[in-house]
């Protein structure tokens, strides 16, 4: 079965850039959806298909995919931007979900 | 405005059944893809089943094939999930979403999602 590999955590200072990563075999082939989800709260879609954004999501949420990894890059990081975080893909007639990564904003 | 409200959680014995329900408003739930996914607690997200417009196709994750169906009613606007022969790692939040019209697979919307706890 396919699977996707992110970072358990990552840590980013207030105002700066993070990168959120999502591995798999060939991943630049299939279109990824990132989401993000806050404590108690249902998880809400932050971009689709590598790159998209939903309406209301901010510019600052981008992304890109190629080879095995897909990236989700949040930009001049804000403290309302620290939640989980996960990459999903269909495969094989399955939803595939990474592990999903806490992002920090210090 | 799109409304996915979930229903039908609660605590039940390992082996039992329990049947739950999304009622969908604010929205044409008639011409999207449908999507059950659950969230163990303190855990990460899994995918459990969908359904297509029209209930012609369904899929399931693996551990749950045989067990769960999914359903749905268009003239209710109502998405169902029956789980039968519930085991502990079946406890999770399930959560009721939308896929993106022209989709399956990419969940635009979510409800607040309803908590299943299998326990004796």
């Known amino acids: 079965s396919y699977e996707l590999t992110q970072p358990l955590s990552v840590s980013v200072a207030l105002g700066q850039t993070a990168r959120l990563t999502c591995g798999g075999n060939?991943?630049?082939?299939?279109?990824v959806h990132w989401y993000q989800q806050k404590p108690g709260q249902a998880p809400v879609l932050v971009l689709y298909?590598?790159?998209n954004r939903p309406s209301g999501i901010p510019e600052r949420f981008s992304g890109s995919n190629s080879g095995n990894t897909a990236t989700l890059t949040i930009s001049r990081a804000q403290a309302g931007d620290e939640a989980d975080y996960y990459c999903?893909?269909?495969?094989?007639?399955?939803?595939?979900f990474g592990g999903g990564t806490k992002l920090t904003v210090l | 405005e799109v409304q996915l409200v979930e229903s039908g959680g609660g605590l039940v014995q390992p082996g039992g059944s329990l049947r739950l329900s999304c009622a969908a408003s604010?929205?044409?739930?008639?011409?999207?893809?449908m999507n059950w996914v659950r969230q163990a607690p303190g855990k990460g997200l899994e995918w459990v089943a969908n359904?297509?417009?029209?209930?012609?196709?369904?899929y399931y994750v693996d551990p749950v094939k045989g067990r769960f169906t999914i359903s749905r009613d268009n003239a209710k606007n109502l998405l169902s999930l029956q789980m039968n022969s519930l085991r502990a790692e079946d406890t999770a939040v399930y959560y009721c979403?939308?896929?993106?019209?022209?989709?399956?697979?990419?969940?635009?919307?979510w409800g607040q999602g309803t908590l299943v706890t299998v326990s004796s």
């Open positions: 979403a939308r896929a993106l019209f022209g989709d399956y697979s990419t969940f635009d919307y």
């Open positions: 604010g929205f044409t739930f008639s011409i999207h893809w």
């Open positions: 359904i297509k417009q029209d209930g012609s196709e369904k």
């Open positions: 060939h991943i630049g082939s299939k279109n």
């Open positions: 298909r590598d790159t």
């Open positions: 999903q893909v269909w495969d094989s007639s399955t939803v595939v």
